[in-house]
């Protein structure tokens, strides 16, 4: 007796854990940098180096890196940026084994920076981080079995999703922008920040197509220590190798820009009119294919007992795979700036979902979007200040198929911002979030490992009538009458004379034992 057996790979992903924290430390100024009159704003960013599992907890540790752009308090008003690392270690409690690898799905700051002194800052942070785990899974499918005496067999055909490639990569980032002609030429950097946009991506054959934005923001001196700033938008777009990857396939994927670096350099001219933008795309990639399978379902001999072994298996079928966006437009008066605020040089956001489920019509997302603003205002000695708030959103994202028990995966970026003066203290302000989904549901599947024969027990069988009539119920199907009173589907057709298999509640009809012949 031969079983045939079809292997399929599904990727699992365990719950996600979410911990918050707090770093507090006091920060040195560095000798070579200027004294600290006013902190104007502070940037904070997580770097997760190690997580091991010790007994119930994840030990991550890492470091806090953060920059700071303050004014200096050296007689004239002049403004400086200093960076700094503070190291980490945070236990986060594990409710339940991982199912494979550790990752950080996501991470978030709130930094807060204030002068103690001119020569120490005081560095406050309220950190979280978003942990799970995933890992591949092999399951053994029954799709025939092959013996040498009579067997009846009953197949169902399944479609299900199984993981074709799951992998991380890289995709370099190397572009340059010049500055408008209305500026001046570039001195000294103060402050740089690049923010991702814009991401999309397709498959193709044998790889990924990505095409994206950047959102760069440089605030600078100019030569002659004029204060000026731009902002622009930089576009950029390559590839990442998959091999055997087709374009009919479904991709989940997870990116996180890292190693960001500025710099400035020369024009053609001999000027530094232009900026070198270099960073890397970490990309956790799963490709996906569908594949529908016939699967042994039962098995009955005439000649023997058989009793079939049956274990429980779970994969996934594909709900559905969704990129969506949410316009979120509010208005916000803010008498604690009135008459303050001259102009806007620089917005930014960040998304904070604080909860999702499965709804009728899709998922439903709660959450805030944390907004800050760098501005000019009328103060000659300190000529710029920031804003902070939050904005609450909520949105349902559409899908045609939901199930109670399916499992999504969801990233999210702000696409596009702005703010914009409606008076002196009342802002506007217009943002449209990006949602990529991707929902799976769980299939049970009744998996025949192995099957039993053994003899009949005669006695029985004799004592079993030759002739049965039979009045149909709900739910029956002619394989379960045919097996229950050891016929065959087709003797059951031909003795009631059926065109097909469909039977009917209420329907009677003769069931004759397989050595019985019809009178």
Partial sequence: MEYVTRQMQTYRTGNRITDQFYIDDDYNVPDVKSDVKKVILGEGTLTVEDMKVVENYIRVSGKLNFKVLYVTDEGETRLSCL?????????????QEP???????SSSVDLTVTAIHSRKLSIKTLAELNVCSEGKHETELTTDIECGQSLYKRFESKEFLKVFAAMKDTYRIKEEVSIGGTKENIGTLLWTEVTSRKLDTRLEADELRIQGELLLFCFYESLDGKTDWIEQTVPYEGRIECYGAQDKMYHQIYPELVDVNIDVRMDEDGEMRLIGVEATLEVRLIVYEEERLEILADAYSLEQSCMPKITEEQ??????????????????????IKDDILQICHSSARIQVEHTEAAEGGIQIEGVLHISFLYVKADDAIPFDTWQGMVPF??????????ANMTYGLTYAVEQLSIGLLGTDEIEIKAVLAFHSFLKEPVCIRNIREIEFTPFDMEEMERRPGITGYIVRDGDILWDL???????VEGIMEVNELPSEEIKAGDRILIFKENMSIL
């Fill in 482 to 488: 045919a097996k229950k009173y050891n016929t065959t």
């Fill in 315 to 336: 994969l996934e079928r594909l709900l559905m795979q969704n990129h969506s966006k949410c316009k979120v437009t509010e208005q916000l008066s803010l008498p604690e």
């Fill in 394 to 403: 909520s949105y349902l994202l559409e899908s045609n198929e939901t199930a």
């Fill in 99 to 105: 199912v494979g690898n550790l990752f950080v799905q």
């Fill in 83 to 95: 960076e700094g690392r503070i190291p980490f270690e945070e236990m986060i409690y594990l409710e």
